[in-house]
């Protein structure tokens, strides 16, 4: 579509009386069309992003990806820390029951109880750290004489690598079997 001189386009052939910028009618060409010229946008010589608007993207970019791994990085060792609690929680289960399935030892030292079978994973370490026994009215800690009722406190350390690690404690209390005359 060829439009008129002066038309719709503001495309004009460059004449003399052209010299001012108008076209043959009078009038000022379209807005980004200069008579006889190329298209113009107004900015003379911008031609794209500059050097520094690049490195400026560039560093937000790179901080928004350290974040970001940063923030995979504490999920994942919040789910490790959560998951070696759990591990020891039930290990400390196990450990007491395998205690309170074992024959009764009067007047029993930390040394008298086995550790927890199967083997506990690599930062894991169990002691047992107390036994008290029951004089008639609360636990003590000499055995004077044993009435059959013992508190064992059962500890597992765990270490966490670079984190600090944790312990849990778990207080078993073992009977006496009873025998016949109870």
């Not at 690049?54 to 974040?67: P, T």
């Not at 290990?91 to 399935?101: C, G, H, K, P």
């Not at 312990?167 to 016949?180: A, E, F, G, I, N």
């Amino acid at each position: 579509m060829v439009a008129e001189e002066g038309g719709a386009l503001g495309l004009c052939a460059s004449t003399d009386d052209n010299a001012a910028g108008r076209n043959a009618g009078g009038r000022e060409p379209a807005r980004g069309f200069r008579t006889g010229s190329m298209v113009d946008d107004g900015h003379a010589g911008a031609t794209g992003e500059t050097l520094i608007e690049l490195l400026v993207a560039i560093v937000i970019l790179g901080f928004s990806v350290i974040a970001t791994l940063g923030g995979i990085l504490v999920i994942v060792e919040s789910a490790t820390m959560l998951r070696k609690q759990a591990q020891s929680q039930n290990s400390l289960r196990s450990w007491a029951e395998q205690i309170s399935m074992g024959p009764y030892s009067d007047c029993a030292t930390a040394a008298s109880f086995s550790l927890p079978s199967p083997s506990l994973p690599s930062g894991f370490t169990p002691r047992v750290t107390a036994v008290q026994y029951w004089n008639g009215s609360a636990f003590a800690n000499s055995c004077a004489s044993d009435t059959g009722i013992q508190k064992i406190t059962l500890q597992i350390a765990v270490a966490n690598g670079l984190y600090p690690g944790f312990t849990q404690r778990l207080d078993l209390v073992v009977r006496k079997p009873c025998v016949s005359s109870c």
